[in-house]
């Protein structure tokens, strides 16, 4: 205190005279000031305090959160690379529908013009047909009225008739004989040689022999 005295007395030209009274108040102010700056000071700390204590836990929730969100991406990865390969897969399958699908049209195109053929040929073969049963009529007629003596007959005949040649000639084409009269002789002499003319299956006649007997049914003078 008295140096505080003297201080004041160099510094401001007065004297200070503190009496005791005076100085404990000026400690108790002093405390008083000193323990309001304390409590300032303790209620920043535990201010700061807080907000550290916020920070780390505002620290640890983004750290779970980046955690999370890279497990969310993992799935989320894996999510999409199972639905690249669920495309590939569809894609591949499409690709291979697509290719039966070209395979089924091709095929039944090629059904419809086979069909076209078909219908064609049995036309022609009817054409054919219509065209080749004068000469069938006429060897059944002929078949019967033929008897055993003018089987004998036509046997013994060297050269025969023209007109009667291109007959039996049509006749042996139908039997897919030779047409020469030798063989015409010796298919004729057969005991079954009648029997075989009734029975003949007109209905499946090959187109073969339908084409071959055209050229006799053409004839202008055959009958």
């Not at 078909?118 to 008897?147: F, I, Y």
């Not at 139908?174 to 047409?179: A, F």
């Amino acid at each position: 205190m008295t140096k505080l005295a003297l201080k004041i007395k160099q510094t401001q030209n007065r004297n200070c005279d503190l009496l005791p009274s005076l100085y404990t108040q000026f400690l108790s102010t002093y405390k008083t000031l000193l323990d309001e700056k304390r409590k300032f000071i303790g209620a920043n700390i535990e201010k700061y305090r807080n907000g550290i204590l916020k920070l780390d836990d505002a620290n640890a929730t983004v750290k779970s959160m980046s955690a999370e969100s890279e497990k969310s991406n993992d799935k989320i990865q894996a999510a999409k690379h199972e639905a690249e390969i669920k495309e590939a897969e569809i894609n591949s399958k499409k690709k291979t529908i697509d290719q039966k699908l070209i395979e089924l049209t091709a095929a039944r195109t090629k059904i419809n013009y086979e069909k076209e053929v078909a219908t064609e040929l049995a036309r022609q073969a009817d054409v054919e047909l219509s065209k080749a049963m004068p000469a069938l009529l006429l060897a059944n007629e002929a078949v019967e009225g033929l008897e055993n003596k003018y089987i004998a007959e036509m046997k013994a005949v060297v050269v025969p008739h023209p007109d009667a040649l291109n007959v039996m000639q049509a006749v042996m084409v139908y039997l897919g004989e030779d047409v020469s009269w030798m063989n015409i002789k010796k298919v004729i002499g057969k005991p079954k040689f009648k029997d075989d003319l009734f029975n003949y299956d007109k209905d499946h006649i090959p187109q073969k022999r339908l084409n071959g007997v055209q050229k006799f049914t053409k004839l202008d003078n055959f009958n």
